[in-house]
T-cell receptor
Framework: ETGVTQTPRHLVMGMTNKKSLKCEQHLGHNAMYWYKQSAKKPLELMFVYNFKEQTENNSVPSRFSPECPNSSHLFLHLHTLQPEDSALYLC??????????????FGEGSRLTVL | KNQVEQSPQSLIILEGKNCTLQCNYTVSPFSNLRWYKQDTGRGPVSLTIMTFSENTKSNGRYTATLDADTKQSSLHITASQLSDSASYICVVSSHNAGNMLTFGGGTRLMVKP
């Protein structure tokens, strides 16, 4: 148990569906991240929120839409995805982004399959 | 361009044997280097952090080394156990705006009985 909870753990969706991934952290951290992990590739940073403000959008297609209502919750809204978007989506948190980034605490991930 | 290269990509060893995983980086300016362990179907978990002034650090059967001159790090696993089967990811942090992290592709280790 890392203190970062992701739901759902598995998701299968069609290309025209709308779904959301949820992440919640109980560590009192101020930075939250979405990463994409595809087979045999390094983790790819998608979005960063620091003190609820989006500080990075790593050229992610608009079919992925993040939302951070507070420092403890992070969502990734999914719409009209493509089969190549199938991957493990990892949420992480850290003390802050920047000089105090420190250790990343990851959730268990949401395995997404797009049909 | 900041890069982190890990080798080998995959490794199979017998239970009880030792192994060493390698991480080479071109990240600059260097802040620190972490090794993460990722069990199948789980998120990565930090094993150890190496700062510029540290050469060696141990965490149980895991020993990490850092050579800041050659920009290389290694993770040595002693007396491997079946539970060591996982992916090991090297992550290098840079002292630039946002404290950027660069991830390696990982080494997938399988320990067989």
């Amino acid at each position: 148990e890392t203190g970062v909870t992701q739901t759902p753990r598995h998701l299968v969706m069609g290309m025209t569906n709308k779904k959301s991934l949820k992440c919640e952290q109980h560590l009192g951290h101020n930075a939250m991240y979405w990463y994409k992990q595809s087979a045999k590739k390094p983790l790819e940073l998608m979005f960063v929120y620091n003190f609820k403000e989006q500080t990075e959008n790593n050229s992610v297609p608009s079919r992925f839409s993040p939302e951070c209502p507070n420092s403890s919750h992070l969502f990734l809204h999914l719409h009209t995805l493509q089969p190549e978007d199938s991957a493990l989506y990892l949420c992480a948190s850290s003390q802050e982004q920047g000089i105090k980034t420190g250790e990343l605490f990851f959730g268990e991930g949401s395995r997404l399959t797009v049909l | 361009k900041n890069q982190v290269e890990q080798s080998p990509q995959s490794l199979i060893i017998l239970e009880g044997k030792n192994c060493t995983l390698q991480c080479n980086y071109t990240v600059s300016p260097f802040s620190n280097l972490r090794w993460y362990k990722q069990d199948t179907g789980r998120g990565p978990v930090s094993l150890t952090i190496m700062t510029f002034s540290e050469n060696t650090k141990s965490n149980g059967r895991y020993t990490a080394t850092l050579d800041a001159d050659t920009k290389q790090s290694s993770l040595h696993i002693t007396a491997s156990q079946l539970s060591d089967s996982a992916s090991y990811i090297c992550v290098v942090s840079s002292h630039n705006a946002g404290n950027m992290l660069t991830f390696g592709g990982g080494t997938r280790l399988m320990v067989k009985p």
